[in-house]
């Protein structure tokens, strides 16, 4: 049984471009979550889908973040016009709804120069 | 609000020596989840641990264990005989809405170093 697989593992960006990263979760798992991790913290929730819905979204997730899970299986995040802020590592993990137990992915490491 | 706070940012200890991690949790829910991770350099989070509240034996695993206590609001975990590979970032985590979205929230991690 694979694990969560994220893509790309690291990403350097130039200020105002837009990035999109891919998390492919454990295969069967209906639930689905972003998170971001910064320097020294732990990670913070952005969004969740279950199946292609997407039912929350973070105060942290601006207008200029979408996520889509278009068929319920693998998931993608965007951001537009990456500031340095944006700068973390974005995780990624999966459940089965009934497990209550996400499994995480390796991350997607952004820079933003 | 649910908030989970690991008050030791570092320790480091020598090889085979115990440690504890503490984790101190706050919510209004009567029933919930709290997990450990374990973050190695590689960045990924490796799952530890699941408890939910209505649960409060202490739970061991070979040299892991975990000490659930909600008088305190605590749910401590202690590697005993600690070992170089220990060596990781570990988070404690609380579900809010078990029976919903079950979003995680983190505390900030506490560095360990276990020396040789």
């Known amino acids: 049984d694979t694990g969560v697989s994220q893509d790309p593992r690291h990403k350097i960006t130039k200020r105002g471009q837009n990035v999109t990263f891919r998390c492919d979760p454990i295969s069967e798992h209906n639930r689905l979550y972003w998170y971001r991790q910064t320097l020294g913290q732990g990670p913070e929730f952005l969004t969740y889908f279950q199946n292609e819905a997407q039912l929350e979204k973070s105060r942290l997730l601006s207008d200029r973040f979408s996520a889509e899970r278009p068929k319920g299986s693998f998931s993608t995040l965007e951001i537009q016009r990456t500031e340095q802020g944006d700068s973390a590592m974005y995780l990624c993990?999966?459940?089965?709804?009934?497990?209550?137990?996400?499994?995480f992915g390796p991350g997607t490491r952004l820079l933003v120069l | 609000a649910q908030k989970v706070t690991q008050a030791q940012t570092e320790i480091s200890v020598v090889e085979k020596e115990d440690v504890t991690l503490d984790c101190v949790y706050e919510?209004?829910?009567?029933?919930?989840?709290l997990f450990w991770y374990k973050q190695p350099p590689s960045g990924e989070l490796v799952f530890l641990i699941r408890r939910n509240s209505f649960d409060e034996q202490n739970e061991i695993s070979g040299r892991y264990s975990w000490n659930f206590q909600k008088s305190t609001s605590s749910f401590n975990f202690t590697i005993t005989a600690s070992q170089v590979v220990d060596s990781a970032v570990y988070f404690c985590a609380l579900s809010e809405r078990p029976w919903g979205a079950q979003k995680l929230v983190f505390g900030q991690g506490t560095r360990l170093t276990i020396n040789p």
């Open positions: 919510t209004r829910d009567t029933t919930y989840y």
């Open positions: 993990a999966s459940s089965l709804q009934i497990q209550e137990t996400q499994y």
